[in-house]
């Protein structure tokens, strides 16, 4: 199993440019979900999925939005990117929502300028 | 709502050095605690795990033990290395209704220096 992967691993943006972080888990999981990873404020959540078709949003949603077509893959989307976005954003899964541990994906760091 | 508070870092010990990292939480119900752990470049592990009061969870020689008396999960270790060095994640999952996300505390920096 490859877990939990995302692209790209780094991205540089201009303000008002639009982009799609990709997340893919090849585990069969339910539950998963979109967080930010900002210097002294811990993991944030931003959208988060209970199973394909269903989404909802989480502590920090403005500006993302979020589809599950697919039980696979869950993308995030940066409509108008603003400099407040600069940040590592961080997708995990897990079994079933109410499921213990959550896998997390590496990571990848916006900037936007 | 559910909130974590762990100790702020930076930590920095010596090999061999016993290690303690404060968490505590506020919740309503019976939350289930973690403990997250963020090596250098990579996304978050699941370190530890706790589900009801009096529990110890334990991996890879760190311990934490869910107290609800004092609403605290803090991480030891007895004797540290290089390799621990890392980000440390204090984290709870409340109970009970459509409550599946996790709250995280802000991280602790740990540098263990040989």
């Known amino acids: 199993n490859a877990g939990v992967t995302q692209t790209p691993k780094f991205q540089v943006l201009k303000t008002g440019q639009s982009m799609t972080l990709q997340c893919a888990q090849d585990?069969?999981?339910?539950?998963m979900s979109w967080y930010r990873q900002d210097p002294g404020m811990g993991l944030r959540l931003i959208h988060y999925?209970?199973?394909?078709?269903?989404?909802d949003q989480g502590e920090v949603p403005n500006g993302y939005n979020v589809s599950r077509s697919t039980t696979e893959d869950f993308p995030l989307r940066l409509l108008s990117a603003a400099p407040s976005q600069t940040s590592v954003y961080f997708c995990?899964?897990?079994?079933?929502?109410?499921?213990?541990?959550?896998?997390f994906g590496p990571g990848t760091r916006l900037l936007v300028l | 709502g559910d909130s974590v508070t762990q100790m702020e870092g930076p930590v920095t010990l010596s090999e061999e050095a016993f290690l303690t990292i404060n968490c505590t939480y506020t919740a309503t119900g019976y939350p289930s605690l973690f403990w997250y752990v963020q090596y250098p470049g990579e996304g978050l592990q699941l370190l530890l795990k706790?589900?009801?009061?009096?529990d110890k969870g334990s991996n890879k020689g760190f311990e934490a033990t869910y107290r609800k008396e004092t609403t605290s999960f803090h991480l030891e270790k007895g004797s540290v290395q290089v390799s621990d060095s890392a980000v440390y994640f204090c984290a709870l999952r409340g109970s009970g209704g459509s409550n599946y996300k996790l709250t995280f505390g802000k991280g602790t920096l740990l540098t263990v220096n040989p």
């Open positions: 585990m069969n999981h339910e539950y």
């Open positions: 995990a899964s897990s079994l079933t929502p109410a499921g213990e541990t959550q896998y």
């Open positions: 999925s209970v199973g394909a078709g269903i989404t």
């Open positions: 706790a589900t009801k009061a009096d």
